[in-house]
């Protein structure tokens, strides 16, 4: 094959975007649902990166262009219909991808034969080996194996590793299998139903007749695939678990139960009276569904009475005023500054709390019932028999975890220095203890009966494997349960649901939560666990047809790597991102009791109490920067993860073949932390030569992506340095790396791509010419080095001029923007691409630092970006209250939000006469500063100004104004002041010829 590969070259971008995004709205089948993994990259954007680094460049555009359309498909504009809560039918363009094999739906069929076919051929017929060092759960090594690759998986964490066993393993050693369907299952009438109305499309009589056929023993068991034998042992568990249960949750007035909405309580500390800790009252808030909790003091003071009131009205003349009688109306005890009691109003501060939760003196107490109507969700009161009920089970449990591998759960929760489980200083510091005790029975018994189906396959003579993997997906089963079944699990008002533990990255302590029904068959109960896991095995065999057998290795990547990959493809962790493992000790410790005794593999590798973290005697374990595991020592921590990050290089370099390629994942947030981590990766022997901003989720706002819409991971491509290479020089490289994008940049603009991701996507390239020399010296500073930092600042540089100067004439001429400053091309940049609106903050970043900027001087100094902490943008997040890091998300790509400061609100003295320590003044406070004066009314003023600062004869000056007045909206008064400037310079006559020239409206 040619040495270049296509995502050398090009890539289906915005393709792979579309269909990444698309991707989380999918659920039937995704492995998303066969077991909850943090950062699980979309399918999509994994295919479209492999099957790109896999095969080589065509080498001519017409090729290249029909190779990608083959992968992507291409793009169009659709409107789609949405039907409101209020009736109302919205319509929305948006764009969608139509062919290729990226769509959710479209990763089967003779297309995806085709590159199967071709990436063999790449590879002289044979399966190539692609390696993903820190593999989570499974995306990539998946999406290799479904392209009929030779795939090693390995992650550290145990629960990650089970989950590549289940997604890679089972399914390709068993897909071809049937056996046939257990005893209990034939001899079930509801099981078969599901059964004959799952494999085939029956009438009603058919049915009938092959029901009395399975009764009269006429019809012989049928062999069935895995999945379909995890779906039988899943109902197995249930109707066993609905013997043991079904007391501890009574259906009332014939309407099961869907879920006991509880509050925690806190005595007052004034008058003693039992304090709900409740962040909203709000039990149901739809258009057409209002349900609230009421809650009247006791007459005695001793609590609150509660109460359900349906259909509350709607006040408010606007939806302002309607949101804040809703928010009034709706408020519960707690505040950012604590809770107040209802009884004396005396308010417990978060300390306060915090130090009863320690004593184990928070409580809890049952709010509100919600059941299944006859049409919908229902809510009431829960009656006495409920309220007792869910005291009563303390005997039992001890009874049931007597029976369960390790017993109760009591194993510690880990606090890490970012407190991603600040549970822990609210006293919920073992895991039991985030669990109801009725949930812990709940739990304890599936535990018991998820073994003993184990016990009874085997008595039903299947082959050792089988038993194992069916055994294991009931594992996840019960993990999917514990997701949804614990005190940290929610209830979503507006969808009318359980959001599991997991809806959030972390291991808050909820003051209001939602208990579900474990045996309801509405979402959240185990009926649905199974289905779900059933439909992500169905889909897993399928694609795992035929592949040659994967590997799924439990280990750290720091450690040795196998030889001879064709390529890797990975997504690491990233600095303090996500504590992976402190947060999935959650499923460790039930993993640990279900699987326990499966295989000596499980056993070895659950052998400990929890997860690995970080061990200083071998100097490796999980990839974390996490000043708790290093005394608080912030350095140490950053230099062991960063000095990890860079031996797992050299052991990715020391893996591959020759011509073998390491593609890496990175999100962005920080440039300089990911600048970090590229110079780790040259100086363990690689070359960067790609890199394409996917974006793979879904953005607050949804804009349309060639609207700089938030990328929110970076994938790199890599080869290795030949050893021949030698020290470049700074001149050199620089002149070459210059002629190197200057037409990628072209190409990349032409094919669309814009914002942050265009930086992005000429990074990579430019990257080419600075890291295949080992090391970069300075010509004109003897014994100096150039640093990656340095090196990309130039990069960056030349890609926003480049885009600015598309901005300002419309034909990308860089010389256009030669000379303006800094700020102002900050300024245009950001108002381009996010207009006036709040703006990701990873990406202001990128372009504050690509212009010798930094996000806090533009705020701080310059006084041109407002931070908004990307503000509540709905309703429902209104009402949250924030309580200390409340359930908020660590996300990977972006954190708060920031957004330009309007002309009206730049009000600094000194704006347009001063700028901080004394440099220019930027172009753009100049025309600030002008449109105040001309707000003003003073013409006199504004001729003084625009002499003193020699503004009719600067072309830059005009082609700003002219961009200001097309980006400003339409009708808006900015729009109107500019043009009156405008105007006013045209009249005075005054304009340079070559302005004339450039700009014919004038
Ligand atoms: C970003 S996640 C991978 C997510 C994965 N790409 C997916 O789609 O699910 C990073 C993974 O690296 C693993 N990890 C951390 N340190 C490691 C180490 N030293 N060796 C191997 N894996 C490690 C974590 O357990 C985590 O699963």
Known sequence: MTDTRLIEVAFPLKQASLDSVHEKNVRHGHISTLHIWPARRPLAACRAALIATLLPDPGNAEERKKLLEK?????????????????????????ETVGGILHWGRESGPDLEWFRQRIRDAYGGRAPKVLDPFAGGGAIPLEAMRLGCEVTAIDINPVAWFILKCTLEYPQKLARQHRPLPKFALESPEFMEGFFKGTGKLTKKQLERNLQAVQTKLFPPPDVDLAWHVRAWGWWVLQRAKTDLERFYPVVDGKPTVAYLWARTVTCKNCRATVPLLKTRWLCKKDNKRVLLT??????????????????????????????????????????????????????????????????????????????????????????????????VQGGLDRVFREVPFGFPNEGILEDAKRNTWCVQYGADQFYRLFTPRQLLALGTFVKLTRAAREAICAEGYPS??????????????????????????????????????????????????????????????PSAFEWVTLAVSHLSHAAKSMPAPQSIHQSAITLLPNDIDIIVTDPPYYDAIGYSVLMDFFYVWLRRTSHELSPEIDMAFRDLLTPKWSHEQDD????????????????????????????????HKALKTDGRLVIVFAHKHPDAWETLVSAIIRAGFVVDGSWPIQTERTARTRSLSSAALSSSVWLVCKKRPETARPGWDNRVLEEMHENIATRLRDFWDAGIRGPDFVWAATGPAMEAYSKHPAVRKANEPGQLMTVSEFLRHVRRIVVDFVVGRVLSGNGDAEAV???????TYYLLHRHDFQMDDAPIGACILYAVSCGLSDSALADQYDILVRTGGQAETEDEDEEVASENADVEPEEGTGSKVKLKAWRQRMRKSLGYEAPGGRPVPLIDQIHRLMHLWKAGDVIKVDEYLEAKALRRNVLFHQLLQALIELAPAGSEERSLLESISNHVVARGVVAEQVQRRLPGI
């Open 71 to 95: 992968l992507g498909g291409t793009v169009v504009e659709v409107v789609k219909k949405k039907k409101l809560p209020s009736g109302r039918v919205e319509e929305k363009k948006v764009e």
């Open 621 to 652: 374990g999980e990839l974390i920067d996490d000043a708790s595991r290093h005394n608080g020592d912030k350095a140490k921590s950053k230099a062991a993860y960063e000095n990890g990050m860079f031996r797992v290089f050299l052991a990715c």
């Open 818 to 824: 030669s000379g303006l400053d800094d700020v102002t």
């Open 465 to 526: 494997e089988w038993v194992e993997a069916v055994a294991a997906y009931l594992g996840t089963m019960l993990d999917r349960l514990a997701n949804q079944s614990s005190s940290v699990a929610r209830w979503n008002q507006g969808g009318e649901k359980v959001e599991g533990t997991f809806a959030r990255f972390a291991l808050p302590l909820l003051w209001d939560f939602a208990e579900v029904n474990p045996l309801a068959h509405t979402s959240g109960g185990y």
């Open 295 to 392: 809650m009247e003091p006791k007459a005695d003071g001793t609590g609150v009475r509660f109460g359900v009131q349906i259909d509350v009205p709607v006040v408010g003349g606007n939806s302002a005023q309607r949101r804040e009688h809703d928010k009034r109306v709706g408020s519960g005890t707690m505040s950012r500054s604590g809770a107040t009691c209802p009884c004396c109003n005396t308010i417990m501060t978060m300390e306060d709390i915090q130090l009863e939760g320690q004593a184990g003196r928070l409580g809890t107490v049952m709010t509100a019932v919600v059941v299944d109507g006859p049409k919908a969700k229902e809510y009431r009161r829960p009656t006495e028999e409920e309220l007792k009920l869910s005291h009563e």
